[in-house]
């Protein structure tokens, strides 16, 4: 068991962040954004940015080539999904999407939206970092956790209709 601090501050002991999160152990902040067959969609409000999904597989594994047939369909048709409703509903120009297999959490993927602001961190994926530490310490403020809440709740909609 690890111990874990949700962005909430509370604490929770899990095997695994993801699996914990996809099986409803642990709810995350906003909420589940949208649930396919084999993955799931939330926010991580400890990075508040407008638009930010992460992907989890419901199963537990760490890479992409252990994903079944079905679920690397499943997987690519909610990715696009996903990356639809941020266009529509919060008029999201770019996104950025990256994963790592390196990590104590299983197969989930990044959806970073590229913002304006954000180009004062680096032009191009070289910034990602930056904006997302940025976005912990600094955006963590009632009035910008208002609006992440707000495009949660906007794709939630979007993506279950
Ligand atoms: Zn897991």
């Not at 111990?3 to 999160?21: D, F, K, M, P, W």
């Not at 004062?120 to 310490?137: K, M």
Request: aromatic share 10%.
């Amino acid at each position: 068991m690890r111990r874990i601090q949700l962005a909430n501050g509370t604490t929770v002991e899990v095997e695994c962040l993801s699996c914990a999160l996809v099986n409803g152990v642990v709810e995350p902040d906003g909420g589940v954004i949208y649930e396919s067959d084999y993955f799931h969609a939330h926010q991580d409000v400890a990075y508040p940015i407008r638009g930010l999904v992460i992907l989890a597989s419901k199963r537990h594994v760490k890479s992409l080539d252990e994903l079944t047939e079905e679920e690397k369909i499943d997987y690519i048709q909610v990715l696009s999904k996903i990356r639809e409703s941020q266009r529509k509903v919060l008029g999201i120009e770019y996104v950025y999407y990256f994963y790592n297999e390196d990590t104590t959490h299983h197969f989930h993927t990044w959806m970073v939206p590229r913002y304006e602001w954000m180009y004062d961190f680096g032009r191009s994926v070289e910034s990602v970092r930056p904006v997302l530490l940025h976005a912990r310490n600094e955006m963590n403020d009632d009035e910008n956790m208002e609006e992440v809440k707000k495009s949660i709740a906007a794709l939630t909609v979007e993506l279950n209709r």
